[in-house]
Nanobody, 119 residues
Framework: QVRLVESGGGLVQPGGSLRLSCAASGNSFNINRINAMGWYRQAPGKEREFVAVATNSGGPNYADSVKGRFTISRDNAKNTVSLQMNSLKPEDTAVYYC??????????WGRGTQVTVSP
């Protein structure tokens, strides 16, 4: 698989912004297997939920709860994916996990980064 390391979490007030980044590393064979990178999140007491994904072949996809507020972007040359989060709400508070889907059927996860939205 590949190693994923997230950064950029923290504490922000409602209405504020944060930018998360995730860098993938590993041997070139596995890096070349990546066909999508994205984000999930898990709030306390809740299941992990999909947030956004950027695929190799199609446009980005977003959860309805973040559409219009979050923007995902990939830099394939650097093997990174970022999540720009604007107009943050308290309900966005969660641990955010980066993931990478590798062909034909594998997924790697990062360890997560905490995002807290609070006055």
């Amino acid at each position: 698989q590949v190693r994923l390391v997230e950064s950029g979490g923290g504490l922000v007030q409602p209405g504020g912004s944060l930018r998360l980044s995730c860098a993938a590393s590993g041997n070139s064979f596995n890096i070349n297997r990546i066909n999508a990178m994205g984000w999930y999140r898990q709030a306390p007491g809740k299941e992990r939920e999909f947030v956004a994904v950027a695929t190799n072949s199609g446009g980005p996809n977003y959860a309805d709860s973040v559409k219009g507020r979050f923007t995902i972007s990939r830099d394939n040359a650097k093997n990174t994916v970022s999540l720009q989060m604007n107009s943050l709400k308290p309900e966005d508070t969660a641990v955010y996990y980066c993931y990478a889907d590798l062909k034909p059927n594998a997924r790697s996860w990062g360890r997560g980064t905490q995002v807290t939205v609070s006055p």
